[in-house]
């Protein structure tokens, strides 16, 4: 079964860091692509960073552009989303999604990705 677990979410002061982790099984690593959404409440779930696994080749939606990077470690199937920077509109449920058939130039579209995580919070507030 294809699992996908994130963790590292929490409350953060504006300005703060926070290191997201989603780990990935039942799935060839090597050939997918790995995308952090984010969902505010009464907002739709946007994408925020996508890696491709093969070449690692990223995206970014703009407003988090400078601030997130995210990133691949093969041995450990893990992708991570850091966070820098934070501002209170990054609060938002975190989601990992993955797929082993999404075009790059469609990484932001939640219709394309059949594998989902639980979900963390981050919650940016002072």
């Known amino acids: 079964d294809v699992q996908l677990v994130e963790s590292g979410g929490g409350l953060v002061q504006p300005g703060g860091s926070l290191r997201l982790s989603c780990v990935v099984s039942?799935?060839?690593?090597?050939?997918?692509?790995m995308t952090w959404f984010r969902q505010a409440p009464v907002k739709e779930r946007e994408g925020v960073a996508a890696?491709?696994?093969?070449?690692?080749?990223?995206y970014y939606t703009d407003p988090v552009k400078g601030r997130f990077t995210i990133s691949q470690d093969n041995a450990k199937n893990t992708v991570y989303l850091q966070m820098n920077s934070l501002k209170p509109e990054d609060t938002a449920m975190y989601y990992c999604?993955?797929?082993?058939?999404?075009?790059?130039?469609?990484?932001?579209?939640?219709?394309?990705?059949?594998?989902w995580g639980q979900g963390t919070q981050v919650t940016v507030s002072s």
């Open positions: 999604a993955a797929d082993s058939r999404v075009w790059w130039r469609q990484w932001y579209t939640t219709s394309k990705y059949e594998y």
């Open positions: 039942g799935f060839t690593f090597g050939r997918l692509c």
């Open positions: 890696i491709y696994t093969a070449l690692g080749d990223t």
